[in-house]
């Protein structure tokens, strides 16, 4: 597999890869996915990113692991029990294959809510998105070899662009939209 540690150029083929991977994951899921969206950089078009694509699933309750693991595991993805976030459950490819981050949340949690409002802000504001770019760029090339300092690096822009998004959340009364999948 390519190095993809790296920022790349917005790909137009990251939402056909998501689209592929997402109808599988409905397939298998059928109603305990009560939604499978596209989230993270690439999801969000022209914006450079490190080429790794991010679907989020909301379910009913994230601690009914027993209810979605297999499913999702049968599409060919890996449970992580050591991620250390505790609003979602976190899958990703088998080793070998394309990289893919899984994020398992609650319907209706702020982190479920959270990542579609960043996504659909960044989707109706370019001058955001050219900021933020910037920064990724940026940060990259002073962390390339040190990855938590990259992750770390990003949260000031993130929570400044999360800021914005809020306001603008309340003047256009914003609502997820249809599921992507």
């Not at 409905?26 to 596209?38: P, T």
């Not at 595991?73 to 992580?80: L, T």
């Not at 976190?90 to 809510?113: D, K, L």
Request: with cysteine; aromatic share 10%.
């Amino acid at each position: 597999m390519e190095d993809q540690w790296r920022i790349s150029e917005y790909d137009p083929s990251w939402p056909l890869l998501f689209e592929e991977v997402g109808k599988r994951l409905r397939d298998s899921l059928k109603e305990i996915a009560l939604r499978i969206d596209h989230i993270g950089s690439t999801s969000v078009n022209r914006l450079a990113a490190k080429p790794i694509i991010d679907i989020q699933i909301s379910v009913s309750s994230i601690n009914n692991l027993q209810e979605y693991q297999s499913k999702i595991e049968a599409v060919g993805f890996v449970f992580r029990e050591e991620n250390p976030d505790r609003t979602k459950g976190y899958f990703r490819e088998v080793p070998g294959t394309r990289r893919t981050h899984i994020h398992v949340r609650q319907a209706g949690s702020y982190s479920e809510q959270l990542s579609l409002l960043f996504r659909d802000y960044l989707r109706t504001h370019p001058e955001d998105c050219i900021r933020y770019e910037k920064e990724k760029y940026r940060l990259m090339n002073l962390y390339k070899q040190e990855r938590s300092r990259y992750v770390e690096g990003k949260e000031p822009i993130i929570w400044d662009i999360i800021q914005k998004a809020h306001h603008w959340s309340q003047e256009i009364g914003w609502q997820a939209g249809q599921s992507d999948i």
